[in-house]
């Protein structure tokens, strides 16, 4: 597909980026947070695990925290200072009634307008297997938008209820919808994923800083082709 993408809206105050592992959002999507916040809007994070059992060097128990210093650290850098972790269990997360509880009392303690999260469909571009927690979560995060909203789902389960969410964005989606120009902040999202140098590290023997640099560079500058030679982050945006 070549079609021009046009950029996303901006008529939001509050957005929750909603995912399963620490470094899932720093993998492209933090350069356009980092333009959000910088904008005056505010963005919240929500973890569904802590990313235990993402490191095969390192034992859950003492995985755990490490990602989880190492996402808050990396929240910072684009300007989200709100993370928060559910708790859920790295690998073997659940689609179902108890997810999107969970995510449905999240969405009502927030009350965002936009809610964001991962690319959730069978495979990364027709080539890599995705992984179950992303297709759980981010199927989860779309029924939940809705769920949040009706008073006679999960009942008492946080705050009123909230039917204000305007949009669920999916990034790194293979048929994405919109776009936001990341040319002023994609510094801030190399930074932001350098920041998980353990996990970093432990994927790759490349250097951690020319590893994650060569990774956003590459997608923003495909993603150029769709929006007018600038350096992108795609979404793929559902409205409700």
Not at 39 to 57: C, F, H, M, N, S
Not at 67 to 82: C, I, P
Not at 170 to 194: I, K
Not at 217 to 230: C, L
Request: proline letters at 6%; glycine letters at 8%; one cysteine or more.
């Amino acid at each position: 597909m070549t079609e021009p993408l046009p950029p996303m809206p901006e008529d939001w105050r509050r957005a929750l980026a909603i995912v399963a592992h620490p470094d899932d959002l720093e993998y492209g999507c933090a350069s356009a947070v980092a333009r959000w916040t910088a904008e005056g809007r505010e963005v919240a994070y929500l973890l569904v695990t802590r990313g235990e059992a993402g490191i095969d060097t390192v034992e859950p128990a003492k995985a755990g925290p490490l990602r989880e210093r190492e996402q808050r650290a990396s929240a910072a850098v684009v300007g989200v200072s709100e993370v928060e972790f559910l708790d859920h269990e790295d690998g073997i997360i659940e689609y179902g009634v108890r997810l999107r509880r969970d995510l449905a009392a999240a969405i009502r303690r927030h009350r965002p307008e936009l809610v964001i999260t991962l690319h959730f469909g069978d495979t990364w571009g027709g080539r890599y297997w995705n992984t179950p927690d992303h297709k759980a979560v981010g199927r989860a995060v779309l029924d939940a938008a809705a769920d949040a909203g009706n008073r006679w789902i999960f009942p008492g389960d946080g705050p009123e209820p909230w039917n204000g969410v305007r949009w669920v964005a999916v990034a790194g989606a293979d048929e994405p919808t919109h776009a936001v120009d990341v040319g002023d902040t994609l510094e801030q999202g190399v930074r932001s994923l350098l920041e998980h140098r353990a996990y970093i590290e432990a994927l790759t023997d490349e250097d951690p800083e020319a590893y994650c640099r060569s990774f956003l560079e590459g997608v923003t500058r495909q993603a150029a082709e769709r929006f007018d030679g600038r350096p992108a982050v795609t979404f793929r945006l559902f409205e409700r």
